[in-house]
């Protein structure tokens, strides 16, 4: 990380620790908007967050991983981007251009009425005359223009608009000082840090630039560029915020071009996508637009989601940076996309995995999104987070964590990859080995399990079951390559460990726990059948998810575990994991609930927030969306169990029929 710079002159900043941590210490409404209540927009290669009262309050440049440049969600002081009238804060009405990362907001003010069209610019494939530092994955016709594009119509009567630009960079421990770029009040820039000569977004002379350019005439107060006017019936303006080299629009039509191609660009790429006739479609098309959103076009990596430290319990502990790409979300992504038809985006996130698996070093459970390795963790004590939940964090500590599901992911990646060809590439056995020699070394060895408990490792019942995963797709891809002496011994080591979960996994009652030697039970079980371990009607996986739904969860929501029995190493209570609900969808199909599962699913999606978008947790008692915004395995997880749920409706009543998910075949 960086030095950090000598403090700035006293300003908002400055004092924000002296204000109360804890949203209990406050007498009135909270000041931070609910984290359901924000819009997500993405170029796909960063991304933003918009409040609800039309302020950015969350934005990494030039990558999704890279120090904040506006964080008012962590802390009101760390910088925010706003447009919107003057004097109101509650929009009308807020929405997504219907197949887009477009959103409209619709404002109501005593005078007027006004419309807010928000966008991160896609544009023209631009490396034209030498090739992308920063691109491995195959070039296509469309590209990031590293620009959010936000444009103003007033649609009725007269309306003020206020536009407030107030960068906070390096997550606000640095000051940014605006000046003006031309002769006129159209264009004002900032930088953001000192950088390498020639890196992109500079300025021809280093570093990473911000610039802000308008149609309005811009002024200069300190570290915000803003800028007033009033608005009559019929006015159009635009406001663009860039960090590229590349050419800011400089009038209404260039703006209204550059939003009309952007809309045209996630038409087009929806269209790609084969969603049922159904009414929940709607549900689906939204998670595959916000997963192509949580992708790093350059690498083709996969984020868990788009920000880091939103608190899983309020004002608690448990606040983690999710701006990485972890392993174990291949098999899930890969599971999703390919039902979906979306083929190439599944395609770039493997050959992401390929990448950062093809040294012979051993395989970790996350990668930063270019496939770096060290992803260390810090805490940033300057800012108040979010209703107080401290500690902020950027990078994360797991990444050196021992987690042994990892080598089933990525066979099961290579399984799902191999069955779409129906061939297994060459290039990928050396890379199947070492993955399968892995889990042979390791598989009888505790570790941190699939929820990266910071407690002592433990026999895990999941982690077992992804290392007979590994074992048992291995042997499956050892035949497809004729490699059929792999093929037995593997086979032989996969039985192995099948019978060992089978003894030592399951207590008395036929349960599936979550550790060996305990009766705690564990969401990750759910996996059972969905990865094929043991069939739907076996009397085990039956009363294994029963038992989940009955007794892990709270109001009908799954919890991953009950806290109390496990050493997670952290304090305080959590909410219902949002991705364990929709596998139980997934899994009271699998053994023929289809009316119970029918019945959940409809329930979870009663909780989407007003943009179809979902946190990694909710609060079944207020219904409150908790941890890190938009989660990408929720979203996953949703795709699997809505389409297990259709593919059940569809199926039911035609006896002899055994079903069979989207996600698996023979």
Request: charged share 25%; glycine share 8%.
């Amino acid at each position: 990380m960086a030095p950090v710079p000598p403090p700035p002159p006293p300003s908002r900043a400055d004092t924000a620790l002296a204000r109360p941590h804890h949203a209990s210490d406050v007498p009135h409404r909270s000041p931070f908007p609910a984290i359901a209540s924000y819009a997500f927009l993405s170029d796909c290669e960063s991304n933003c967050l918009i409040s609800p009262a039309g302020a950015v309050e969350w934005m990494c440049v030039p990558r999704p991983d890279s120090p904040s440049v506006f964080a008012a969600i962590l802390d009101r002081a760390a910088g925010s981007f706003r447009v919107g009238p003057h004097g109101v804060r509650v929009p009308t009405a807020r929405r997504y251009l219907p197949g887009t990362l477009v959103l409209e907001t619709t404002w109501q003010t005593p005078t007027g009425w006004l419309v807010v069209r928000d966008a991160m610019v896609m544009g023209p494939w631009h490396n034209t005359e030498e090739r992308s530092a920063t691109h491995r994955r195959t070039p296509t016709d469309d590209d990031a223009e590293h620009i959010l594009l936000r444009t103003v119509t007033c649609v009725s009567g007269t309306v003020d608009l206020q536009v407030e630009c107030e960068p906070a960079p390096d997550y606000g421990r640095r000051r940014a000082t605006w000046d003006y770029t031309d002769a006129d009040y159209h264009a004002v820039q900032t930088m953001l840090d000192d950088g390498d000569p020639g890196a992109a977004g500079g300025n021809g002379e280093g570093g990473l630039a911000l610039r802000l350019t308008s149609s309005l005439r811009l002024g200069i107060d300190g570290r915000t560029a803003s800028a007033r006017t009033r608005m009559v019936n019929g006015d159009k303006a635009f406001v663009a915020l860039s960090w590229s080299p590349l050419p800011a629009p400089r009038t209404w039509e260039q703006a209204a071009d550059q939003l009309w191609r952007t809309q045209e660009y996630w038409r087009e790429w929806i269209t790609l996508g084969v969603f049922p006739d159904h009414p929940w479609r709607t549900y689906l098309q939204r998670s595959a637009l916000t997963l192509k959103g949580l992708t790093y076009a350059p690498t083709g990596a996969l984020l868990a989601a788009s920000t880091t430290s939103l608190p899983e319990t309020p004002g608690g502990e448990r606040n983690w940076d999710y701006r990485y790409a972890w392993i174990r979300d291949s098999t899930f992504a890969l599971w999703g996309l390919y039902t979906l038809g979306l083929d190439r985006e599944a395609n770039d996130f493997f050959a992401f995995i390929h990448d950062v698996c093809r040294d012979n070093k051993d395989l970790q459970i996350m990668y930063g999104v270019g496939g770096e390795e060290r992803l260390d963790e810090a805490e940033l004590t300057h800012l108040t987070g979010y209703e107080g939940a401290t500690p902020v964090r950027v990078g994360n500590a797991a990444f050196e964590q021992r987690q042994h599901d990892v080598w089933g992911a990525v066979l099961d990646s290579v399984y799902l990859h191999a069955k779409s060809r129906e061939q297994l590439p060459e290039s990928l056995w050396p890379v199947l080995k070492r993955q399968v020699e892995a889990a042979t070394r390791h598989w009888h060895e505790p570790d941190r399990g699939i929820w990266e408990v910071r407690g002592e490792p433990q026999h895990f019942t999941a982690s077992k079951l992804m290392c007979w995963v590994a074992l048992d797709r291995g042997a499956r891809l050892a035949r497809m390559h004729d490699e059929h002496d792999f093929a037995e011994e593997w086979g032989k080591l996969a039985a192995e460990i099948h019978a060992d979960i089978c003894t030592n996994g399951v207590d008395d009652r036929g349960v599936f726990v979550q550790r060996y030697g305990s009766d705690a039970l564990d969401a990750s079980l759910l996996l059972v059948p969905l990865l094929r371990f043991l069939p739907p009607e076996d009397p085990r996986v039956r009363a294994t998810v029963l038992a989940i739904a009955d007794e892990l969860t709270v109001d009908g929501l799954v919890l991953r575990y009950r806290v109390e029995e496990t050493d997670d190493g952290l304090e305080g209570e959590e909410g219902t994991f949002t991705i364990c609900s929709f596998w139980l969808v997934s899994a009271l199909v699998e053994i023929g609930e289809l009316e119970r599962a029918r019945a959940l699913c409809e329930r979870l999606l009663s909780f989407t927030s007003t943009l179809n978008l979902y946190a990694e947790e909710i609060d079944t008692r207020t219904g409150r969306h908790l941890g890190n915004f938009p989660q990408a395995f929720t979203h996953l997880a949703l795709i699997n169990a809505v389409m297990h749920v259709i593919r059940g409706e569809e199926r039911a009543g035609h006896d002899g029929i055994h079903f069979e998910p989207p996600n698996r075949g023979g």
